[in-house]
C-alpha cells in the first residue's frame, strides 16, 4: 500500500503561484510514476501533469503547459507542483496520484492510488 498526503493548497489571487507538494509513504516510492489530476465544481477529474519514475520524463495537459512544472525528490518521497501565472479556471481539487507509466497516466488510467486531495482557489 501507498499512501498519498497532498498539502500546500489555498487561496490565490490570479496571476499568483502556488507549490503543491505530495508526501508518499508506504512502499517504494522511486518505483512509481507520479501525477497530478484536478477535479474543478461540476466538472470531472482531469489530467494535469505526470512524471516518470526517474523524473527524466515528463507531460503535461496543454492548459497547463508553459505554467506548471512537476518535479519529485526520491529522497524525500515527495512529488511537487508549482504553479504559475494561476487563472481562475484553475480553480479545483487537486489530487495526486501515483501508477506505473507516467504516459499512460495522462488517459486517466494506470493508477495505482490517488491521495485525498487539496483545495486551489484562484481569485479573479
Known amino acids: 500500500q501507498v499512501q498519498l498526503v497532498e498539502s500546500g493548497g489555498g487561496l490565490v489571487q490570479a496571476g499568483g503561484s502556488l507549490r503543491l507538494s505530495c508526501a508518499a509513504s508506504g512502499r517504494t516510492f522511486s518505483s512509481y510514476a507520479m501525477g497530478w489530476f484536478r477535479q474543478a465544481p461540476g466538472k470531472q477529474r482531469e489530467f494535469v501533469t505526470a512524471?516518470?519514475?526517474?523524473?527524466?520524463?515528463?507531460n503535461y495537459a496543454d492548459s497547463v503547459k508553459g505554467r506548471f512544472t512537476i518535479s519529485r525528490d526520491n529522497a524525500k518521497n515527495t512529488v511537487y507542483l508549482r504553479m504559475n501565472s494561476l487563472k481562475p479556471e484553475d480553480t479545483a481539487v487537486y489530487y495526486c496520484a501515483a501508477g506505473q507509466i507516467a504516459t499512460y497516466m495522462s488517459t486517466g488510467h494506470g493508477i495505482d492510488y490517488w491521495g485525498k486531495g487539496t483545495l486551489v482557489t484562484v481569485s479573479s
Open positions: 512524471i516518470s519514475q526517474g523524473g527524466g520524463s515528463t
